[in-house]
């Protein structure tokens, strides 16, 4: 599992505070924080307030590394903003994210090409997000079928069904997971499967009850990567214990340990 630590986002106010008055300690503090929880990749996202985009992403990206030096997940609308911060980035990024339009696909996908990164294709296009998964499944396929065009490889093209708050769009959630399941089939080598978790539970009471159940369903359905709160220790351990169940680790009575060390 692919653990991308969602915090560093202008979303959360503390982060939005930070960028705003450029004070870079809370932020390197929460680079360290989510890296030694076990983080693959750090999300950065300068938050949809943020004045001028392309020189917060800038000043994000370098105070970001200089705390750590993991892999960034770029995360922007912007891709001027997304531009510059793989310009900054020192190791191969992921994009963070397309969705299945042409003006937005072309610009992407030779961006992803030239700096080597990553790419989030969300089941989504300029009409929005389509409940079903067979209208999921036809958005991932227009963005598999821009892979090829690109000459991408498609075990860098990660897609994301898009998860909806479970208080406001609760018939979503089984569409989400057959989505999951059924992007396997598209090609050969599939794409990667990715999820923004923590809005499942946006505005719901028990979020991290709610967030780690529709984890272990997701991980059933072959989920490879997620943004999620890597400071959650019960989300941590649903995810171990998950990867024992579906007999992706060994198991041993230390496995939780075991788990928090790995990596
Ligand atoms: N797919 C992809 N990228 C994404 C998402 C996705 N990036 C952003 C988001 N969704 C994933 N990250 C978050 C980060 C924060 C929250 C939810 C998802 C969140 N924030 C608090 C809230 O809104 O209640 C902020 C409030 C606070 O605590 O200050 O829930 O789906 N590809």
């Known amino acids: 599992m692919i653990l991308i630590g969602e915090r560093i986002n202008g979303m959360f106010r503390d982060v939005a505070r930070a960028i705003r008055?450029?004070?870079?300690?809370?932020?390197?503090?929460?680079?360290?924080?989510?890296?030694?929880?076990?983080?693959?990749?750090?999300?950065?996202?300068?938050?949809?307030?943020?004045?001028?985009?392309?020189?917060?992403m800038q000043w994000l990206v370098r105070v970001v590394q200089e705390a750590s030096d993991l892999p960034l997940c770029l995360d922007s609308t912007n891709y001027d903003a997304i531009a510059a911060g793989l310009e900054l980035?020192?190791?191969p990024a992921v994009i963070n994210s397309v969705?299945?339009?042409?003006?937005?696909?072309?610009?992407?996908?030779?961006m992803a090409r030239k700096h080597g990164a990553k790419l989030?294709?969300?089941?989504?296009?300029?009409?929005?997000?389509?409940?079903?998964?067979?209208?999921?499944?036809a958005l991932a396929m227009e963005l598999v079928a821009a892979a090829a065009e690109y000459d991408f490889p498609l075990e860098d093209l990660w897609i994301d069904p898009l998860i909806l708050p479970v208080n406001v769009a609760q018939d979503h959630g089984p569409e989400v997971l057959e989505t999951l399941r059924q992007v396997k089939?598209?090609?050969?080598?599939?794409?990667?499967?990715?999820?923004?978790?923590?809005?499942?539970?946006?505005?719901?009471?028990?979020?991290?009850l709610v967030d780690r159940t529709f984890m272990a369903m997701a991980m059933c359905c072959g989920?490879?990567?997620?943004?999620?709160?890597?400071?959650?220790?019960?989300?941590?351990?649903?995810?171990?214990?998950?990867?024992?169940?579906l007999n992706q680790d060994v198991y041993a009575d230390s496995y939780l340990k075991v788990f928090k060390k790995r990596g």
């Open 89 to 91: 980035a020192r190791k």
């Open 21 to 56: 008055a450029r004070d870079p300690e809370p932020i390197r503090q929460l680079a360290r924080l989510q890296e030694a929880a076990g983080a693959d990749y750090l999300d950065v996202n300068v938050g949809p307030t943020a004045a001028e985009p392309v020189e917060a």
């Open 99 to 110: 969705y299945a339009d042409r003006p937005r696909i072309e610009r992407a996908f030779p």
């Open 223 to 245: 989920l490879d990567a997620a943004i999620v709160n890597v400071n959650d220790e019960e989300l941590m351990a649903t995810i171990a214990t998950a990867r024992i169940i």
């Open 185 to 208: 089939i598209l090609s050969d080598p599939p794409p990667k499967t990715v999820i923004g978790l923590s809005n499942a539970s946006q505005k719901c009471v028990n979020r991290s």
């Open 120 to 137: 989030i294709g969300l089941c989504m296009d300029a009409k929005g997000i389509p409940k079903n998964s067979e209208n999921r499944l």
